[in-house]
Structures are given as structure tokens and as C-alpha cells.
């Protein structure tokens, strides 16, 4: 069964970092585009990084741009989104997604874009 289990979630003070980490299961996601999503409540889920399965192209979203950064290690079948200045407005739930194998890089997207979802991990910064 394919999994994405995200950790590395928690409680920060605003201008503190976290390393969210995605570790894939059930088989490889080395030829799959990944991304990080994030759902605030009462908010749509966004893209907020995405990550070609080579590691050469890779998305940011305005909101993280220049704080965020998104790499992958196909060795450990993982992926990592680095965020740092964190915002009380980055406040989420985040998300690990994978595209279909082989299909091409979305810079941004949608969750329709994306095929495999995992169960998110909450991310609270306060102010």
C-alpha cells in the first residue's frame, strides 16, 4: 500500500523554523513530482512548494517564497520542506502530495493535480 506519512510539525514562536519531512512507503516515489500543501481552517488547501522528481525544478509560492525550501532525497524516499521567519499566518495544517509516476512537474497546481495525499501535520506558530 503507497503511504506518505509527514512528520517534523509542531508549535514555534513567529520567527522560528521547522523541517516538515515526508517519508514515502508501499513503494518508490523517485519518479514522481511532490508537493506541500497547506489547509488553514476555513481555507482551501494550497500549494505552497513542489519539487520535480529530480530535484532540478521546484515552485514556491508567493506566501513562503524566499523563507521556504523544498528537496527531496530519492535514497531515503523522502522529501523536506525547510521553512524558516516562520508567520503566525502560516498557521496549517500541512500536506505531502505525490503526482501520478512519470508525469510531468506542475509549477503550482492544484490538489486535482496531485494523486497521492498524506494524512498532514499540524504546523502552529504563534505570535
Known amino acids: 500500500q503507497v503511504q506518505l506519512v509527514e512528520s517534523g510539525g509542531g508549535l514555534v514562536q513567529a520567527g522560528g523554523s521547522l523541517r516538515l519531512s515526508c517519508a514515502t512507503s508501499?513503494?518508490?516515489?523517485?519518479?514522481?513530482?511532490m508537493a506541500w500543501f497547506r489547509q488553514a481552517p476555513g481555507k482551501d488547501r494550497e500549494v505552497v512548494a513542489a519539487?520535480?522528481?529530480?530535484?532540478?525544478?521546484?515552485y514556491y509560492s508567493d506566501s513562503v517564497k524566499g523563507r521556504s525550501t523544498i528537496s527531496r532525497d530519492n535514497t531515503k524516499n523522502t522529501v523536506y520542506l525547510q521553512m524558516n521567519n516562520l508567520k503566525p499566518e502560516d498557521t496549517a495544517v500541512y500536506f505531502c502530495?505525490?503526482?501520478?509516476?512519470?508525469?510531468?512537474?506542475?509549477?503550482?497546481?492544484?490538489?486535482?493535480?496531485?494523486?497521492?495525499w498524506g494524512q498532514g501535520t499540524q504546523v502552529t506558530v504563534s505570535s
Open positions: 502530495s505525490a503526482r501520478g509516476i512519470y508525469r510531468d512537474f506542475v509549477a503550482g497546481g492544484s490538489i486535482d493535480d496531485y494523486d497521492y
Open positions: 519539487i520535480s522528481w529530480t530535484g532540478g525544478r521546484t
Open positions: 508501499g513503494r518508490t516515489f523517485s519518479n514522481n513530482a
